[in-house]
Each structure stands twice: as structure tokens, then as C-alpha cells.
């Protein structure tokens, strides 16, 4: 006898935002991955990455890379390296502290950073932005500033 699936109502609230979130970002992140996999072999994780480059326009501190993203500080270091062999950021020394290292877009980073940023408002749109309005963009906004917040602190 097959099992009757919760219904919103009979669920907690709590639990189910929390589900809501939890699938949102699997479903999306999956749909996003492959596209971009596809049109410009680039994971989501690289993008996410030239995401973070193209909105600073000053070179940012690897470290900073690694507090801003998704990514362990490891994961930032092989997605940076694999970047820079394909001629998209170059690292420097931070002027700021002989230890560590800046990174930045090249000219060839920007162009395909563009590409690929068309390409996730392409995908993304009749699954996310195109379904809901200003007020429920903002919510989620909203919403993940507070999430985050309460991980910085």
C-alpha cells in the first residue's frame, strides 16, 4: 500500500520553509550546473566564482573569495587555479599583505563570465524570476541576508 505524502498543512511550517529552501537550491543549483556545463564548460561552482569577480571592481583578496562563496577556502584554490589556466583571472600579491594574493577577471574572464551570466538568466527565468514578482524576490532576499547573518556572527 503505497504511503500518503505530508501535505504543506499537516507539516510544520518550519520544516516546511526549510524543505522549500533545501530543494529550491538543489533543483536550481542542478538545472544551472548543466547549462552552464554545457554552453560553456564552466561549473556552477566557477561561475559562482567569476559571479563574486565581475560584481568587485577592485581584485579581491583570495581569502574574501573563500568567506563570500559556498566553497571551503580548498575549493576556492582549485576553482582559482583551474580559472587561471584557462586564462580567465590572474592572481597577484596583495598590496595590502605580503602573504596573500588578489585575483581578478582578464579581459577573456569578463567576456565569459558575460556569456555565462546570460545563460543563467536564460535558464533560470521560466523556473524562478519569471514566476515570481518584486515582493517575493525581495523576500528571499530578505530572507538570505538573515541566514547569513546569523553564519557571520
Known amino acids: 500500500m503505497p504511503k500518503k505524502k505530508l501535505t504543506q498543512t ?3 511550517v518550519a520544516d516546511h520553509a526549510f524543505y ?4 529550491a ?4 543549483t542542478d538545472r544551472l550546473d548543466r547549462a552552464l ?3 560553456h564548460d564552466l561549473p556552477v561552482s566557477w561561475f559562482e566564482v567569476l ?7 577592485d581584485p ?6 573563500g568567506n563570500s562563496t559556498m566553497l571551503s577556502r580548498s575549493q576556492v584554490s582549485r576553482v582559482v587555479d583551474s580559472l587561471q589556466s584557462r586564462g580567465l583571472v590572474t592572481r597577484t600579491p596583495s598590496p595590502h599583505d605580503a602573504r596573500s594574493v588578489e585575483v581578478s577577471l582578464t ?7 558575460e556569456a555565462a551570466d546570460a545563460t543563467r538568466r536564460d535558464c533560470l527565468a521560466p523556473v524562478f524570476t519569471d514566476l515570481l514578482d518584486q515582493d517575493d524576490l525581495q523576500a528571499l532576499s530578505t530572507v538570505w541576508q538573515k541566514l547569513k547573518a546569523d553564519k557571520d556572527a
Open 10 to 12: 499537516e507539516m510544520p
Open 37 to 39: 556545463s554545457k554552453a
Open 60 to 65: 579581491v583578496p583570495a581569502s574574501v573569495l
Open 107 to 113: 579581459p577573456e574572464g569578463h567576456q565569459l563570465f
Open 25 to 28: 537550491g538543489t533543483v536550481l
Open 20 to 23: 522549500g529552501l533545501v530543494w
Open 51 to 57: 559571479l563574486w569577480l565581475a560584481s568587485s571592481p
